[in-house]
């Protein structure tokens, strides 16, 4: 078990659930709880299903902390809800880049795994194959948007960074839950433009 998840544990414990708190338009469903953990059997026939290794960190958060419930909008997906995409080939003149369905198994790629429910179009997921691998990038299905790659490590940093929001009082309009600045920078823009 990751040695933040006691810490991440006190934190979540520590935000009682008010009405609007955020200004999430999905905090109502999770009311800042957690779901059951994911037993270990479960993570491993979704890794075998689909032929891919979730990410470590995430990993620990769905087995010692819980799969489902409290996150930012409306909530961590259960994993066997959780759908894989592909990152919509782009260049620099066909806009911003969409994702599409991954219906198939395979390791040839970049995949990432969506995560959170954040409606409509709007996805958050977490990198679980190429470079992008462990890091959390919210985007748009359709390409109306995005998609930016968070500045945080891993999921655990990613979750941890919208907890001390929380407890200071930030709501999910002034949370940067994904650095502009990396989604401008000329290494990240490179390696979104491979993928």
């Given at each position: 078990m990751d040695s933040r998840?006691?810490?991440?544990?006190?934190k979540l414990a520590r935000i009682p659930y008010t009405p609007n708190r955020s200004h999430s338009f999905g905090e109502e469903r999770h009311e800042f709880?957690?779901?059951?953990?994911l037993p270990q059997a479960?993570?491993?026939?979704?890794?075998?299903?689909?032929?891919?290794?979730l990410p470590k960190p995430y990993?620990?958060?769905?087995?010692?902390?819980?799969?489902?419930g409290a996150s930012p909008y409306y909530g961590?997906?259960?994993?066997?809800?959780?759908?894989?995409?592909?990152?919509n080939p782009g260049g620099t003149r066909t806009g911003p880049r969409g994702f599409s369905?991954?219906?198939?198994?395979?390791?040839?790629?970049?995949?990432?795994?969506?995560?959170i429910e954040r409606g409509c179009s709007?996805?958050?997921?977490?990198?679980?194959?190429?470079?992008?691998?462990?890091?959390?990038?919210?985007?748009?299905?359709?390409?109306f948007w995005g998609p930016n790659v968070s500045s945080a490590p891993d999921f655990l940093a990613w979750y941890e960074r919208w907890l001390d929001h929380m407890a200071a009082g930030l709501d999910n309009r002034a949370l940067e839950l994904t650095s502009p600045?990396?989604?401008?920078?000329?290494?990240?823009y490179r390696l979104a433009s491979k993928i």
């Amino acid at each position: 078990m990751d040695s933040r998840i006691p810490r991440l544990r006190r934190k979540l414990a520590r935000i009682p659930y008010t009405p609007n708190r955020s200004h999430s338009f999905g905090e109502e469903r999770h009311e800042f709880r957690l779901g059951p953990r994911l037993p270990q059997a479960r993570a491993d026939a979704f890794e075998a299903e689909h032929d891919v290794e979730l990410p470590k960190p995430y990993r620990d958060f769905l087995a010692n902390m819980g799969g489902s419930g409290a996150s930012p909008y409306y909530g961590l997906i259960p994993l066997e809800s959780c759908t894989l995409f592909t990152m919509n080939p782009g260049g620099t003149r066909t806009g911003p880049r969409g994702f599409s369905r991954a219906y198939r198994p395979t390791r040839d790629g970049h995949l990432f795994l969506h995560v959170i429910e954040r409606g409509c179009s709007d996805l958050v997921l977490i990198g679980v194959t190429g470079p992008l691998t462990g890091r959390m990038l919210i985007g748009n299905a359709d390409g109306f948007w995005g998609p930016n790659v968070s500045s945080a490590p891993d999921f655990l940093a990613w979750y941890e960074r919208w907890l001390d929001h929380m407890a200071a009082g930030l709501d999910n309009r002034a949370l940067e839950l994904t650095s502009p600045r990396l989604q401008a920078h000329p290494h990240w823009y490179r390696l979104a433009s491979k993928i």
